[in-house]
C-alpha cells in the first residue's frame, strides 16, 4: 500500500502544476490582450489629437491669410481716399515702433 500513494501524490502534484501552467497561461494571453487593447486605444488617441492640431493650424492658417488681405485691402483704400494722412500715420507708427525697439 505504501507504493499506490507516493504515486498517487505524484499524480496529484501534476495535475497541480499543469493547472498552474494553465493559469499562469490565462493570466499572461490576458495580459497581453489588455496592453494590446490599450495600447490601440492609446494609438487612436494620439491619431485623433494629431489630427484636430492639424485642422486646427489650418484653421489659425487660413484666419491669418484672410486677416492680412483684409489690412492689406484697408491699407490700399487708406491710401487712395487720404494719401497725406496715411503716410502721416506710418510715419508715426515707425517712429514708434523704434522707439519701443531701442529700449
Known amino acids: ?3 499506490v500513494f507516493p504515486d498517487e501524490s505524484e499524480r496529484q502534484a501534476a495535475r497541480a502544476r ?4 494553465e493559469a499562469a497561461s490565462a493570466i499572461q494571453d490576458a ?12 494609438k487612436h488617441t494620439a491619431e ?13 492658417s487660413e ?7 483684409n489690412f492689406r485691402e484697408a491699407v490700399e483704400r487708406s491710401v487712395e ?3 497725406i494722412t496715411t503716410v502721416l500715420l506710418a510715419m508715426a507708427a515707425g517712429v514708434l515702433i523704434g522707439g519701443l525697439l531701442r529700449r
Not at 31 to 42: C, P, R
Not at 63 to 69: C, I, K, Q, S, T
Open 18 to 21: 499543469n493547472k498552474a501552467s
Open 48 to 60: 485623433d489629437v494629431a489630427n484636430r492640431a492639424r485642422d486646427a493650424g489650418n484653421q489659425i
Open 1 to 3: 500500500m505504501a507504493s
Open 81 to 83: 481716399r487720404q494719401p
Open 31 to 42: 495580459a497581453s490582450e489588455t496592453v494590446e487593447k490599450y495600447t490601440d486605444k492609446a
Open 63 to 69: 484666419n491669418v491669410h484672410e486677416v492680412a488681405g
